[in-house]
């Protein structure tokens, strides 16, 4: 699967620069403006990492009344709901392969993803599943060196191993129910499963940023979460049926409207304008924010338990993480291989 990958990425690489070079565009990423309202803009990528880290927790509040599939439906419904009048407004200019470029980054980063991501949540805690989603910076880092010839020094080696230790601390952890035993308790195939979609998220990211280079990061994003969304339309009713609706409390409808419009849609414009305004190798390291509100709203709020290795495994991915995000060789790229792209959990 990894040489398949490999060889679609190198593929749609090689295709989009021939027909950028046909059209005269240049194959780069253009530079970053200069910042304008750097504290707002530091305030904006901080309260989107924030809304980032309570995608898992209100994810989580809408499972107890249905299935993952249904769930990430109403998601991304509500999400496009405010995304609508941008459809309108930003009208795209892709070529034919570029829309075909764009299908494969759709169903990869909407259908794909989010149906293993919430699926392994169903199978898991809110507490583990976010500290789970810390270890992406490495995951990019790692695609970084493997697709896209990026080198990784010493210290980025390091924090890999620290990272891979880190999540094997906590899915081999402890699995006790949350107090009340209402929301379940965490699993290894859950834990695992939310690994799996962060590697399928790698190469969302990755073919985006192909399309990046000759398309503006909103019209990217849009377009590429309505086609996404339109793919997993189908896809759910087709395989599970009809949605519920009447047996749906309000509560339940409140979580999945917040997750739909405050992190996923609120959260992507956040980002994106943030990072007109900081430069991408400073803000990167507010992703950490992300992994750090999901499992304290899981502990706190939802009233789970992490168990001593467990801690020590989120310690070191969050380590891990930031040493990775931080250091002036590598933050640039990898923050600007991050959620300036794409929207994530």
């Given at each position: 699967?990894?040489?398949?990958?490999?060889?679609?990425?190198?593929?749609?690489?090689?295709?989009?620069?021939?027909?950028?070079?046909?059209?005269?565009?240049?194959?780069?990423?253009?530079?970053?403006?200069?910042?304008?309202?750097?504290?707002?803009?530091?305030?904006?990528?901080?309260?989107?990492?924030?809304?980032w880290g309570g995608g898992f927790f209100f994810g989580k509040i809408a499972l107890a009344e249905m299935s993952s599939a249904f769930m990430v439906l109403y998601r991304f419904l509500f999400a496009m709901v405010p995304l609508l009048p941008l459809l309108v407004l930003h009208r795209p200019r892709f070529s034919r392969r570029e829309w075909s470029l764009l299908a494969v980054t759709s169903l990869l980063g909407v259908p794909l993803q989010f149906l293993v991501q919430f699926h392994g949540l169903s199978l898991t805690?809110?507490?583990?599943?976010?500290?789970?989603?810390?270890?992406?910076?490495?995951?990019?880092?790692?695609?970084?060196?493997?697709?896209?010839?990026?080198?990784?020094?010493?210290?980025?080696?390091?924090?890999?191993?620290?990272?891979?230790?880190?999540?094997?601390?906590?899915?081999?952890?402890?699995?006790?129910?949350?107090?009340?035993?209402?929301?379940?308790?965490?699993?290894?195939?859950?834990?695992?499963?939310?690994?799996?979609?962060?590697?399928?998220?790698?190469?969302?990211?990755?073919?985006?940023?192909?399309?990046?280079?000759?398309?503006?990061?909103?019209?990217?994003?849009?377009?590429?979460?309505?086609?996404?969304?339109?793919?997993?339309?189908?896809?759910?009713?087709?395989?599970?049926?009809?949605?519920?609706?009447?047996?749906?409390?309000?509560?339940?409808?409140?979580?999945?409207?917040?997750?739909?419009?405050?992190?996923?849609?609120?959260?992507?414009?956040?980002?994106?304008?943030?990072?007109?305004?900081?430069?991408?190798?400073?803000?990167?390291?507010?992703?950490?924010?992300?992994?750090?509100?999901?499992?304290?709203?899981?502990?706190?709020?939802?009233?789970?338990?992490?168990?001593?290795?467990?801690?020590?495994?989120?310690?070191?991915?969050?380590?891990?993480?930031?040493?990775?995000?931080?250091?002036?060789?590598?933050?640039?790229?990898?923050?600007?291989?991050?959620?300036?792209?794409?929207?994530?959990?």
């Amino acid at each position: 699967m990894v040489l398949l990958f490999r060889f679609l990425f190198r593929l749609s690489d090689l295709r989009l620069s021939c027909s950028l070079f046909s059209a005269g565009f240049p194959a780069k990423i253009e530079p970053m403006q200069i910042p304008r309202h750097r504290g707002w803009g530091f305030a904006a990528c901080a309260l989107a990492s924030c809304f980032w880290g309570g995608g898992f927790f209100f994810g989580k509040i809408a499972l107890a009344e249905m299935s993952s599939a249904f769930m990430v439906l109403y998601r991304f419904l509500f999400a496009m709901v405010p995304l609508l009048p941008l459809l309108v407004l930003h009208r795209p200019r892709f070529s034919r392969r570029e829309w075909s470029l764009l299908a494969v980054t759709s169903l990869l980063g909407v259908p794909l993803q989010f149906l293993v991501q919430f699926h392994g949540l169903s199978l898991t805690t809110v507490s583990h599943a976010s500290l789970m989603i810390g270890t992406m910076p490495v995951v990019l880092a790692v695609g970084a060196t493997i697709f896209a010839q990026e080198r990784l020094d010493t210290i980025g080696w390091v924090a890999m191993g620290t990272s891979t230790a880190g999540a094997a601390l906590i899915a081999l952890s402890g699995r006790g129910r949350a107090r009340g035993g209402g929301l379940g308790g965490s699993s290894l195939r859950g834990d695992l499963l939310v690994v799996l979609s962060c590697l399928i998220a790698l190469f969302w990211i990755l073919f985006n940023k192909r399309l990046m280079r000759r398309h503006g990061h909103v019209v990217v994003t849009i377009y590429g979460l309505a086609c996404g969304t339109a793919m997993l339309v189908p896809w759910v009713l087709l395989r599970h049926g009809l949605p519920p609706v009447a047996a749906v409390s309000w509560r339940a409808w409140g979580a999945l409207a917040a997750s739909g419009v405050l992190c996923t849609a609120t959260t992507t414009l956040l980002w994106n304008w943030g990072m007109t305004q900081v430069p991408a190798s400073q803000a990167g390291v507010l992703l950490n924010i992300e992994p750090l509100i999901g499992s304290l709203l899981g502990v706190l709020v939802l009233g789970e338990r992490l168990g001593p290795t467990a801690w020590v495994g989120g310690g070191m991915i969050l380590v891990a993480a930031v040493t990775l995000t931080t250091r002036p060789q590598a933050a640039h790229k990898t923050a600007m291989t991050t959620r300036r792209y794409v929207e994530p959990v």
